[in-house]
């Protein structure tokens, strides 16, 4: 709704007043547009067996990107209609946790089209984590949900309905205390939980997903931006084109930022693990999330295109520093929201 225009007074004060509440709530919407989403966690025990493989040695492909950012639109209370809501979900190993699977309503216009944006890790799965260069600790499932927030932020001022696999540092389903190992979950309820993120973008009906991790490796040289996708599904040309948006989109956005991060490329998952952590998710050789239909692994697999993208590796400190960072936040989640919805404008 448009703000209330401000009447011509005889009275210069009551145009002055109007005008500084205007300036007011606009300094309040920046501060709150830029606000905690990328506050640290406390820190968890123990970091768990982390799943990421990185692929070193391999020649980055040439982008040549023309296009310029999205500008993102201002954004206005939504209707008490179109408050953000938890999605019904049937067929998970337990309750949804609070804030997990929640559809947020666009905050301008209306698309009438849902993209889901899975942050990964989160509650008692911490992800990998690195530190950055003044010697901070993050966590991988920190910064992904802090870049998950703002990519949603910019879709939604876009108009489209996000749903979001979690909002907090929480686990999406709520699993009993046989599916963890102290404070992380077993190889079984890492899988439940990954099965539970399905079963929300299933139900969000999303025309689209995006999985938002983040790398490592020992060697703390190594860096770079790395997005997956899976061949094998039927919507397999669009999962690459996806990818190929997403990694083009993410290098314009580090590029335009002056940072220098490796540009890894796409790699197809239809043959590759992904780091499985049993034996039986290695024979399964997808991303659970992406990947196809196996009875008793993945019976009810994600019904739309999706990627998973690795922006950064946090075991590199400069790389730490731009996951750690408002600006390096945004950044990402813009792009995010680009090659988003570059790819629902051709699909
Ligand atoms: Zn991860």
Same mark, same amino acid.
């Given at each position: 709704m448009a703000p209330q225009s401000v009447r011509v007074t005889t009275r210069g004060y009551a145009v002055v007043g109007a005008l500084a509440v205007v300036l007011l709530l606009g300094l309040g919407l920046v501060v709150k547009a830029f606000g905690s989403d990328g506050g640290q966690q406390p820190a968890p025990q123990a970091t768990s067996g982390h799943h990421h493989t990185a692929i070193i040695g391999k020649a980055p492909p040439q982008h040549h990107l023309k296009k310029a950012p999205p500008q993102h639109q201002a954004t206005s209370t939504p209707p008490p209609s179109a408050r953000p809501h938890q999605l019904h979900v049937?067929?998970?190993?337990g309750p949804l946790t609070p804030g997990s699977c929640l559809s947020l309503p666009p905050t301008?216009? *209306? &698309?009438s089209q849902t993209v889901f944006l899975d942050p990964g890790h989160g509650g008692h799965d911490p992800g990998t984590s690195g530190t950055t260069s003044n010697g901070t600790l993050l966590y991988e499932k920190t910064a992904t949900l802090a870049v998950a927030k703002q990519a949603s932020k910019a879709l939604r001022a876009d108009g489209y309905t996000v749903v979001m696999s &979690? +909002? &907090? *540092? #929480?686990?999406v389903v709520k699993l009993p205390p046989s599916d963890f190992t102290g404070s992380l979950f077993t190889p079984h309820g890492d899988h439940l939980e990954i099965l539970s993120r399905i079963a929300c973008a299933n139900a969000a009906h999303a025309s689209v997903l995006v999985s938002i991790h983040f790398n490592s490796f020992p060697d703390t040289a190594v860096g770079g931006a790395e997005t997956y996708y899976d +061949? #094998? &599904? #039927?919507f397999g040309k669009s999962n690459k084109r996806l990818a190929q948006l997403v990694q083009a989109d993410l290098m314009m956005g580090f590029q335009a930022a002056g940072w220098a991060v490796p540009d890894r490329g796409t790699a197809s998952q239809t043959d590759q693990s992904g780091g499985a952590l049993t034996a039986e998710g290695e024979s399964y050789g997808h991303l659970l999330l992406l990947g196809p239909h196996k009875a008793g692994?993945? *019976?009810? @697999? #994600? +019904?739309m295109p999706g990627v998973l993208t690795e @922006?950064?590796?946090? +075991?590199?400190p400069t790389e730490a520093d731009i996951a750690a960072s408002p600006q390096g936040q945004h950044v990402m989640g813009l792009a995010l929201a680009h090659a988003l919805e570059t790819f629902l404008a051709h699909e």
């Open positions: 049937t067929g998970i190993a301008h216009g *209306d &698309r &979690r +909002t &907090r *540092d #929480s686990d +061949t #094998s &599904r #039927s692994w993945n *019976d009810h @697999p #994600s +019904t @922006p950064l590796f946090l +075991t590199r």
